[in-house]
């Protein structure tokens, strides 16, 4: 890191490692379960997590479903991500594709067939630095975040996913509100302010009456919403892709008390640590394929040899 640039390693990052999270994303869901309470339901019993790696929400959502008084022996939680993911205790994880139909059979196998109630999202396709091409690719994560969740959400379930308010985002909330009752965007704390990041936090799915959502490999985001219509026999709602666009509501997560991510803190500025010794921590997970495993490898036998 040069001289110049701000340390990204806030505060969060610093907790998350004191806390034994993988990520300072962790923190995003926990300030949004403080507010809409998704993960306190004591009849949550299957939960996905998608886009999972390197854990950080798989960690809360085991922590939340399974450290407790109220943890049965039914609830799953399945974790899926197109890279590899150390074990979490009590999550099943799959490296999958979220854009391929078949991921999604993988995920009802594992529930034996029976519907979630809850399906979270913090998808980020790899960025190539072209602003337009990324946003779009990032829209078209979200919308099959979406697709997914349509079709593996139990009625009253609920879903939250990663977005960016960029220019067409009240198109998705249009396209949310056809299959929830409650839309939200909302922004953790922790998200920090200068990113356009927010939560969609979308609860009580109520998919339109003998709407069948069905995922095909072939089939277009238009043809996957065809017959979607909002009030399913409303007369004066057109498809969803020809209705007036929604405002979500704005709700900002976590107590101002809360750590700021855009701030600096210095010792002396966090409460109860200004005794504290500063010790430096293990990492909460040894990397799972690192770049250099062939070279350590090569050494281990001997065979490292040096370019002349
Ligand atoms: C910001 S990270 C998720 C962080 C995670 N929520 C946590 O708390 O540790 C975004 C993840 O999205 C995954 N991803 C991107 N496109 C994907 C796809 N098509 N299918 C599955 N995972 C995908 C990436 O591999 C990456 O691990």
Same mark, same amino acid.
């Given at each position: 890191?040069?001289?110049?640039?701000?340390?990204?390693?806030?505060?969060?990052?610093?907790?998350?490692?004191?806390?034994?999270?993988?990520?300072? #994303?962790?923190?995003?869901?926990?300030?949004?379960?403080?507010?809409?309470?998704?993960?306190?339901?004591?009849?949550?019993?299957?939960?996905?997590?998608?886009?999972?790696?390197?854990?950080?929400?798989?960690? %809360?959502?085991?922590?939340?479903?399974?450290?407790?008084?109220?943890?049965?022996?039914?609830?799953?939680?399945?974790?899926?991500?197109?890279?590899?993911? #150390?074990?979490?205790?009590?999550?099943?994880?799959?490296?999958?594709?979220?854009?391929?139909?078949?991921?999604?059979?993988?995920?009802?196998?594992?529930?034996?067939?029976?519907?979630?109630?809850? %399906?979270?999202?913090?998808?980020?396709?790899?960025?190539?630095?072209?602003?337009?091409?990324?946003?779009? %690719?990032?829209?078209?994560?979200?919308?099959?975040?979406?697709?997914?969740?349509?079709?593996?959400?139990?009625?009253?379930?609920?879903?939250?996913?990663?977005?960016?308010?960029? $220019?067409?985002?009240?198109?998705?909330?249009?396209?949310?509100?056809?299959?929830?009752?409650?839309?939200?965007?909302?922004?953790? $704390?922790?998200?920090?302010?200068?990113?356009?990041?927010?939560?969609?936090?979308?609860?009580?799915?109520?998919?339109?009456?003998?709407?069948?959502?069905?995922?095909?490999?072939?089939?277009?985001?238009?043809?996957?919403?065809?017959?979607?219509?909002?009030? #399913?026999?409303?007369?004066?709602?057109?498809?969803?892709?020809?209705?007036?666009?929604?405002?979500?509501?704005?709700?900002?997560?976590?107590?101002?008390?809360?750590?700021?991510?855009?701030?600096?803190?210095?010792?002396?500025?966090?409460?109860?640590?200004?005794?504290?010794?500063?010790?430096?921590?293990?990492?909460?997970?040894?990397?799972?394929?690192?770049?250099?495993?062939?070279?350590?490898?090569?050494? $281990?036998?001997?065979?490292?040899?040096?370019?002349?």
């Amino acid at each position: 890191m040069g001289k110049s640039s701000k340390d990204k390693r806030d505060l969060y990052y610093r907790k998350a490692k004191e806390q034994g999270y993988r990520a300072r #994303s962790a923190f995003k869901l926990l300030q949004l379960n403080d507010e809409f309470h998704f993960l306190d339901d004591p009849s949550l019993k299957r939960v996905v997590d998608l886009c999972a790696a390197p854990g950080s929400w798989s960690q %809360v959502l085991s922590r939340k479903l399974f450290q407790d008084e109220r943890a049965t022996a039914d609830r799953k939680i399945v974790a899926v991500d197109l890279q590899t993911m #150390s074990p979490i205790d009590h999550v099943t994880t799959l490296q999958a594709d979220i854009t391929h139909p078949r991921t999604l059979a993988r995920i009802l196998e594992l529930f034996g067939d029976q519907k979630a109630d809850f %399906v979270c999202s913090d998808g980020a396709p790899d960025v190539t630095g072209l602003h337009d091409l990324d946003e779009y %690719v990032q829209q078209q994560l979200i919308m099959s975040a979406l697709q997914l969740a349509a079709c593996i959400l139990k009625p009253g379930g609920t879903f939250v996913a990663k977005i960016f308010r960029g $220019r067409d985002i009240d198109m998705l909330y249009s396209q949310m509100g056809y299959l929830f009752d409650r839309v939200t965007c909302a922004k953790p $704390r922790s998200s920090r302010g200068t990113s356009l990041e927010a939560f969609i936090v979308c609860q009580q799915y109520n998919p339109p009456s003998g709407w069948q959502p069905r995922l095909d490999l072939d089939q277009s985001v238009q043809e996957f919403f065809q017959g979607c219509f909002r009030g #399913s026999d409303s007369p004066d709602v057109g498809p969803w892709h020809e209705t007036p666009r929604d405002i979500a509501p704005f709700m900002a997560c976590g107590s101002l008390d809360s750590f700021d991510s855009d701030a600096t803190y210095h010792g002396q500025d966090l409460q109860g640590d200004s005794d504290v010794p500063r010790r430096s921590l293990d990492p909460v997970q040894q990397p799972t394929n690192p770049p250099y495993k062939q070279a350590l490898e090569l050494k $281990r036998k001997g065979k490292l040899t040096r370019a002349v």
